[in-house]
């Protein structure tokens, strides 16, 4: 059953600590996204790879670092430096070549400050 | 600033009638537009596209038209159901493979 899977769903994290969101994907995808929504907020693009070893910034990456060591896989780490980082973080993935209608999204996990 | 803007947080259809939400955008651009539909504690999933090229696209119940002129877009549900009921975003790229832009979504509740 293919599919991107995200975990945990809900994440929770204290005050200076670094917390890893996982992505998994079994649909042979290139293209790895990560998106934050806020509420009431559009998603916004965190960083993508669109190919094994390599991954570029988009429109809020700061404060957030990700890994891209498998094709299956991106990992995001949120880090101490992100200073709002409660929201609902949405994985996606897309094979190279095709168009965004083909863009798959993961269920999200949501993460919390304590 | 907004690029891609959502301007009704929610909106309340009848079952059975038509629901139209609407979209506006301010680069031009864009050249092709999408509508994904989320419903709570999901993914969005992809609804309907449309290019820059056409004014109307259909599938369905669902159809979008695009007047580029006036940088807006609108989804017409018809006829609208209870499974209609979530979070529409609309979304635009530069082409049909770049970075998507996203609004802020609008909340449709289908009412019985």
């Known amino acids: ?114 | 600033d907004q690029q891609v803007k959502q301007n009704s947080p929610s909106l309340s259809v009848q079952e059975g009638r038509i629901s139209i939400l609407n979209c506006d955008y301010t680069n031009s651009m864009f050249d092709y537009f999408l509508w994904y539909k989320k419903y709570p504690a999901e993914g969005p999933t992809f609804l309907i596209s449309i290019s820059s090229i056409k004014d109307k696209n259909e599938d369905g119940r669902f159809t979008v038209f695009l007047n580029k002129s006036a940088k807006h877009l609108s989804l017409h549900i018809v006829p609208s159901q209870p499974g209609d009921s979530a979070v529409y975003f609309c979304a635009a790229s530069m082409n049909r493979d770049d970075k998507i832009i996203f609004g802020k979504g609008t909340r449709l509740h289908i009412l019985p």
């Open chain 1, 1 to 114: 059953d293919g599919g991107i899977t995200q975990s945990p769903k809900y994440l929770f994290r204290k005050e200076g600590q670094n917390v890893t969101l996982s992505c998994e994907q079994n649909l042979n995808h290139d293209a790895m996204y990560w998106y934050r929504q806020d509420p009431g907020q559009g998603l916004r693009l965190i960083y993508y790879s669109q190919i094994v070893n390599d991954f570029q910034k988009g429109d809020i990456a700061e404060g957030y670092s990700v890994s891209r060591e498998k094709k299956e896989s991106f990992p995001l780490t949120v880090t101490s430096a992100q200073k709002n980082p409660t929201a609902f973080y949405l994985c996606a993935s897309r094979s190279s070549g095709t168009t965004n209608e083909k863009l798959f999204f993961g269920s999200g996990t949501q993460l919390s400050v304590l």
